[in-house]
T-cell receptor, first 113, second 114 residues
Framework: GAGVSQSPSNKVTEKGKDVELRCDPI?????LYWYRQRLGQGLEFLIY????????KSGLPSDRFSAERTGESVSTLTIQRTQQEDSAVYLC???????????FGPGTRLTVL | AQSVTQPDIHITVSEGASLELRCNYS??????LFWYVQSPGQGLQLLLK??????LVQGIKGFEAEFKRSQSSFNLRKPSVHWSDAAEYFC????????????FGQGTTLQVKP
């Protein structure tokens, strides 16, 4: 079946603009994760959704970052008033009930000028 | 707090040589342990994982890893490296809680010499 998909694959924006990143998880996966990967770094956990439970937002770096998920489907990560330090690859992953294997999407490369 | 250390940022090995990538973790109990590989332009792919049981874990592409509780390590090994193994390798730990979020190391870039 289809894997995790993310859009756009690349996004260039100007400092101060808002951006929205989209993730389509694997069908049937109840858990969805967002991670950030800065250049030359490992992945940083941002947020986790599991079914209808309250999301784990403990990794969001500031209140400019927010995410939503409708049921067990698409998720959007929104970054408001983007800053240059937000430039990174944003990766989405989904899994069956944790701690099952997380399957990662190809990522969205965000560049803030 | 949980943390993962991959001491080697960059490793170069000759094709056909053996490989060991190091991973040390800090966690109050036995975590879940993972190795992922990221090839240029590709997403992350799971190589192997340890949840419980046998401490020597076999993965895809001929990789294996050994969980050593006494050393808080989960080193990745391959007896004979192929040119296609050139990639970035990430070790990750997950808490034995119900969130499943992963803490990743900084990664080790593997270069394979012909």
């Amino acid at each position: 079946g289809a894997g995790v998909s993310q859009s756009p694959s690349n996004k260039v924006t100007e400092k101060g603009k808002d951006v929205e990143l989209r993730c389509d998880p694997i069908s049937g996966h109840t858990a969805l994760y967002w991670y950030r990967q800065r250049l030359g770094q490992g992945l940083e956990f941002l947020i986790y959704f599991q079914g209808n439970s309250a999301p784990d937002k403990s990794g969001l770096p500031s209140d400019r970052f927010s995410a939503e998920r409708t049921g067990e489907s698409v998720s959007t990560l929104t970054i408001q008033r983007t800053q240059q330090e937000d430039s990174a690859v944003y990766l989405c992953a989904s899994s069956l009930v944790p701690p099952d294997t997380q399957y990662f999407g190809p990522g969205t490369r965000l560049t803030v000028l | 707090a949980q943390s993962v250390t991959q001491p080697d940022i960059h490793i170069t090995v000759s094709e056909g040589a053996s490989l060991e990538l190091r991973c040390n973790y800090s966690y109050g109990a036995t975590p879940y342990l993972f190795w992922y590989v990221q090839s240029p332009g590709q997403g992350l792919q799971l190589l192997l994982k340890y949840f419980s049981g046998d401490t020597l874990v076999q993965g895809i592409k001929g990789f294996e890893a050994e969980f050593k509780r006494s050393q808080s390590s989960f080193n990745l090994r391959k007896p004979s490296v192929h040119w296609s193994d050139a990639a970035e390798y990430f070790c990750a730990v997950g808490a034995r809680s119900n969130t499943g979020k992963l803490i990743f190391g900084q990664g080790t870039t593997l270069q394979v010499k012909p």
